[in-house]
């Protein structure tokens, strides 16, 4: 490799090596000093380029909150959907041209509350999309609700006296549905999670991947945790690395012990080979496989 | 039916009920996407197409409910499909957020409500057509659709044709409101030579990939439409934007942004009047009717002609935008103004704001469940002809 | 570089050294960079920029090898590293 191409491809001294992949002309983002999804986003797209995906095959779909922001500011074919319903809406688009990578970066309320029935059925489909669930354990966009994730006795604005209802443990809610690659990661473990993310988009089916990352503005607040830094301090200290855990011992209690890894990688037909094999078992010949998607060179 | 060999359009004359019908047209459209959730009685259109789609390349998916249905219709249509979902009135409902999604991506898609009985659960098994303010007003904010309305199996099949053209000219999603009876009812389609049958392209954008901008109209008012995967690194949000797809929380991209997506249907109003009309030249009455009340009309109406009195028929098949000029115009020349539905006044409404006291107006209603009896529609001519 | 003992191949091999680069304006202050870098090339200044947050500076710019740890945490995109100019000519391979 010529060197010099080396240090273009890194980056120059004046411009950040990931800024044709971000829409530089929206930033500076949202996200507040200290929150994980800038680091999240980094993580994506050192991901992204690593698994050598045709750029123009990537697609981002999110949907609504902080977190459901990621799509505007990444430079690939990007949807910013309703809330909740990314996942459909990236089924559809999976389906409609099965050659697109659909990634998703939501949030744990947009994907677990009002997204929940969507996420268990796309993973009992083992539709072949990449998730990324950004856990910040509350609704932080709207100001700090409660949310499904939210750890019994934590502040929120909807529970001002303490959660008490039991949180989702999200690695074991998609992995029983049958989603065949899970794992969890913080925002600190972003070399990890570009690995993961990497593995998960080149992983056939469907890939879920939670990443616990701090919300200084309203969840860290709230309950005194301090700022990012000090949640990211946090993670470095009580996060414990077990791959192929068994994803039913991964709850998170509020302030305990996290365990990340990889719990679940198998390979298993997605939902367009099966529906293949199952088409061409019973129809044999007259089986006409999915047109794909118009093609505007001939669509006069 | 061998479709490998006479290829995916049955050409020749059949005997097919509504649904049948409008999946027929929606596979002679050239659309090979569907997400569907059953519901009666539109699940027939939905079963027709899981059962044809594989053999002619199309690909059919059922969702796990209405609202990841029209999501997953959106996500085909910037997949770059056709497609299309078919649903009643419950479902209707559910998918109205996403249908607002729709209108302000401008995502080409086709909506199916097959009427039934409301409110609620209401009458799954028998006709209504008590959405038809829905299919307007349904989702929140200020918005336009494009709504038909078929009164036979035959319009069934050619209107869904006309409801994926209008859906690609104006980039919006159509509603075509079809009722139970309509759809259940089975009579003769002929079904045009595929090459007969006139399916619009796309309007695809055709310049260089880094200067797309997704909402930058052309003079129409109507911008051209992408497919996710060909590299033009789009933005499509849901959150009022710019021409570029990019949001921007003011008062003032609010206004450029939906004044646009209003006026690109109002502007074309004129051009999407599908009516049909029959001796409203010195009509006393005239009956304006759709769907299925416009073939239990024509009994009344042939009753009244019996009678001697002058009796026009303005049957609506575009239902929205309401054909607001047709009416105006009527009212100035007609003594009174007839609608039979099968609801409590919902497009009588807009005939009536149409007419703006020119004329007299007169609503038939009927809460749901069965057609008119045309005696009812009888006395409301003889009452207007007074 | 402190070692607990030398390694054998000291003489032959040695570390990668980066370049640290800081869009000043950029930062947002969050401190990941300076608590995270594993050669402690980088600490929290005393300026403020336009932000009104104080961005990191490069106290140690001899420490730094090209980890890139900064790059993967930084949320705003401020912070980079380039493999020594030198070192990207005769030795490609550290670079990834």
Known sequence: MNPDQLVGKRGTPDFHPMEDFLRMDRMPHIWCSTCGLGTVLTAFIAAAQESAIPREDIVVVSGIGCTGRAAGYLKYDSFHTTHGRAIPYATGLKVANPRLK????????????????????AARRNMDLTVICVNNFNYAMTGGQAAPTTPQTAMATTTPYGAFERPFNIPFLVDSCGATYVARWTALHVRQLTISIKEAMLHRGFSFIEVISPCPTVYARRNRLGTGLDLMKFYHDHSITKNFASTRECDIKFQQDIIVGKFVQKEEPTYLDSMEAQMKKTLGAKFVPYVGPMDPAKDK | MNEKKRGPVPTGAHYLDGDHACAEGAIAAGCRFIAGYPITPSTEVAERLAERFPRI??????????????????????????????????????????????????????????????PSTGLPTLTGQQDMMQARWGS???????????????????????????S?????????MMDECVGHMTEKVVIPAADTIEVWPRRWYRGPRDKYLPYAPDKDGVPPMIRAGDDHRVHITGLTHDERGYPIITAECQHLCVSRLVDKIRNNADDLMIVKEEQLDGADVVVVAYGISARVATKAIADARKKGIKVGFLRLITVWPFPEKKIRDLAGKVGCLVMPEINLGQMYREMERAAAGKCRTLLVPHCGGWVHDPNDILKAILEGAK | MKYWRKPLDAERKKAPHGNVHVIFERCKGCGFCVAYCPRQVLEVSTEYNRKGYHPPVVTHPENCVNCRL???????????????????????????
């Not at chain 2, 059919?60 to 990841?68: G, K, S, T, V």
């Not at chain 2, 299309?84 to 898609?109: A, D, H, K, R, Y």
């Not at chain 2, 690609?168 to 075509?176: D, I, L």
């Open chain 2, 140 to 166: 929140h904010g200020d918005y336009e659709i494009i709504a038909l309305s078929p009164s036979s199996p035959q319009e069934c099949f050619d209107l869904t044709v006309t409801c994926f053209n209008l």
């Open chain 2, 168 to 176: 690609e000219k104006y980039r919006v999603p159509v509603m075509f």
């Open chain 1, 102 to 121: 659909v990634c998703l970066i939501s949030g744990d309320g947009d994907l677990v509350s009002i997204g929940g029935n969507h996420l268990i059925h």
């Open chain 3, 70 to 96: 900064c790059e993967a945490l930084c949320p705003e995109f401020a912070i980079w590293n380039t493999l020594d100019e030198e070192e990207a000519r005769t030795e490609p391979e550290k670079a990834l």
């Open chain 2, 57 to 118: 390349g199309g690909t059919f998916i059922q969702m796990e409910d209405e609202l990841a249905s029209i999501a997953a219709v959106l996500g085909a249509a910037w997949g770059g499909a056709r497609a299309m979902t078919v649903t009643s009135g419950p479902g209707f409902s559910l998918m109205q957020e996403n249908i607002g999604l729709g209108v302000m991506t401008e995502t080409p898609c086709v909506v199916v409500n097959v009427q039934r009985g409301g």
